[in-house]
């Protein structure tokens, strides 16, 4: 038996999948992990510094303007469509044997494709509020160039009401998740039957560290590196993921 024969078995005989997933789920539609090494270099030849220390709270704080020059830049692709991956999420959720997405992308990818569950454990760029009256903004709305000139400071986006600063729903580095997700996410894991893991090399915590409330009996790796826990896997395919689960009998 194939390995894509194996993961068809394992998805027919199961009706409570969790799928878990990185940005290798989000390549496939043309965005770039800002983690890779050609992330790492761009971020270092512009600014300095590594993407890390610049997607970081008090990044945002003390160097805004520079926060949003990167982050507009290198984080928002607004004309990224859904992959096969997505798409068969989608359809697994529809069909009523995949309870949720949890994702660490922010690009929305997933509600795009039809999912309705979807645990966004990094938030989203297409949430965006006012850190002064909470008025809430799109993406559109921090990508235009040309607000006018009240409405935005040197790039940086801000609100049209009290003229205070936007921030993205998105969660920096040194921030918290947020609690309420965190559980949501927590709970549906500890409900699965399956859990399928994929695009994600399992290293940024406190996300990763969400596969330990797994109860069930298998789990599905589908990533193109190894991770730490290969050696948890009732399954490990080292192919792109859209492929993987663009191929499947849904």
Do not use: W
């Amino acid at each position: 038996m194939t390995q894509l024969e194996t993961l068809q078995k394992m998805i027919d005989n199961s009706n409570k999948i969790v799928f878990f997933g990185g940005a290798g789920v989000s390549t496939e539609s043309g965005i770039p992990d800002f983690r890779s090494e050609t992330g790492l270099f761009r971020a270092v030849e512009e600014y300095g510094m590594p993407p890390e220390l610049i997607v970081n709270h008090n990044f945002f704080m003390m160097r805004t303007k520079s926060f949003f020059q990167y982050y507009k830049k290198n984080l928002i692709y607004t004309q990224a469509k859904p992959n096969k991956a997505h798409i068969a999420l989608a359809q697994l959720e529809k069909r009523g044997k995949l309870l949720a997405v949890i994702t660490q992308n922010i690009d929305g990818l997933h509600q795009m494709a039809g999912s309705k569950s979807v645990y966004e454990l990094h938030g989203s760029i297409h949430r965006n509020y006012c850190m002064q009256c909470k008025k809430e903004f799109d993406v559109a709305y921090i990508m235009q160039p040309e607000h006018n000139q009240k409405n935005d400071v040197y790039g940086i986006p801000i609100c049209d009401v009290c003229g205070n600063v936007i921030k993205p729903d998105v969660v920096l580095y040194e921030e918290p998740l947020k609690e309420e997700v965190m559980e949501s996410a927590q709970k549906a894991i500890s409900q699965a039957d399956l859990l399928l893991v994929g695009g994600t090399s399992l290293v940024v915590y406190p996300a990763a560290g969400m596969l330990q409330y797994y109860k069930g009996k298998d789990i599905v790796l589908i990533n193109k590196s190894q991770t730490q826990y290969d050696t948890k896997a009732s399954l490990i395919i080292h192919e792109p993921i859209g492929e993987v689960l663009g191929a499947l009998q849904i």
